[in-house]
């Protein structure tokens, strides 16, 4: 990913190229600065922290969202834990998409936004975690398993698919 930081060659013509492309930001824009430690994302990650931080025995940090471990799980979670970090990885992936295509909404002066939105990062965890719990041999768990850490985070509770009963399907006569 090309972030700011990679720009030096450049600040000879332009000597804020390395800046972070928020208005309110000066630092250099890294990795680690353009998803995590930017000023403008402390709001959204204290956020989206709070269901997460029962889980996790330590703060939030730039590692966890890297590298999650069994070892920074709160004990209670332990047998839980292949689903859980499971979760965690997809939602740390969902926040780096959306955080992502701000910064080149930003860039390219398409929004006045600083951050994601939390809702609809929230929203499409929940999409995306809906999708797990209705297809879990693929991912080699079972739907009760991600239910239940789902509700045990504080999220609202998923819907088992239903079909609708025969009374309510046409079907063409012949």
Avoid at 1 to 14: E, G, Q, T
Avoid at 60 to 78: A, H
Avoid at 89 to 98: D, K, Y
Avoid at 125 to 146: G, M, N, S, V, Y
Wanted: proline share 6%.
């Amino acid at each position: 990913m090309i972030v700011s930081s990679r720009l030096y060659f450049l600040k000879s013509m332009n000597p804020t190229i390395q800046q972070c492309v928020r208005g309110s930001c000066v630092e250099i824009e890294s990795l680690q600065h353009c998803f995590f430690s930017c000023a403008g994302l402390t709001k959204m990650w204290r956020s989206l922290w709070q269901p997460w931080r029962k889980a996790f025995a330590v703060d939030l940090e730039w590692r966890i969202l890297l590298f999650p471990k069994l070892r920074v799980l709160d004990v209670g979670w332990s047998p839980q834990h292949k689903v859980l970090l499971l979760l965690w990885r997809i939602h740390t992936a969902i926040v780096f998409h959306a955080t992502w295509r701000l910064r080149n909404d930003i860039l390219f002066k398409e929004t006045t936004a600083d951050q994601p939105s939390v809702e609809n990062v929230t929203a499409s965890f929940r999409r995306h975690c809906q999708f797990i719990f209705h297809h879990p041999r693929e991912l080699h768990t079972d739907d009760k398993a991600i239910a239940s850490v789902v509700e045990r985070l504080g999220f609202a509770p998923l819907v088992p698919r239903t079909m609708p009963s025969e009374s309510h399907i046409w079907i063409p006569q012949p």
